[in-house]
Nanobody
Framework: QVQLVESGGGLVQAGGSLRLSCAAS????????MGWFRQAPGKEREFVAA????????YYADSVKGRFTISRDNAKNTVYLQMNSLKPEDTAVYYC?????????????????WGQGTQVTVSS
């Protein structure tokens, strides 16, 4: 079992930045690939970014590529999402997720553990 707790969400103006953190506990963090997803009201949960177990490989949704950066610190059992140049359409609840194994993937169905989410609101 892996417990995930997100933090760092909030209200920010368009063009601003936020850094989300996801702290993991319960199992060896470095055994898991990690992902960030988001869900806006009335929409399905969608992939944002993912990172491999070692951190050597990262993947991004086209909508955030060049603006968001995913990273991890295995010594601190934490994965981060740096979000720059935020847009109103980035408004959503952001979730981190863990997947046993090396490879980071984009499908929600591949992830076994989920955090409770943190709200990000971008005002225009």
């Amino acid at each position: 079992q892996v417990q995930l707790v997100e933090s760092g969400g909030g209200l920010v103006q368009a063009g601003g930045s936020l850094r989300l953190s996801c702290a993991a506990s319960g199992r060896t963090f470095s055994n898991y690939a990690m992902g960030w997803f988001r869900q806006a009201p009335g929409k399905e949960r969608e992939f944002v970014a993912a990172i491999s177990r070692s951190g050597s490989s990262t993947y991004y949704a086209d909508s955030v590529k060049g603006r968001f950066t995913i990273s991890r610190d295995n010594a601190k059992n934490t994965v981060y999402l740096q979000m720059n140049s935020l847009k109103p359409e980035d408004t959503a609840v952001y979730y981190c997720a863990a997947r046993p194994g090396t490879i980071a993937v984009v499908s929600t169905y591949e992830y076994s553990y989920w955090g409770q989410g943190t709200q990000v609101t971008v005002s225009s």
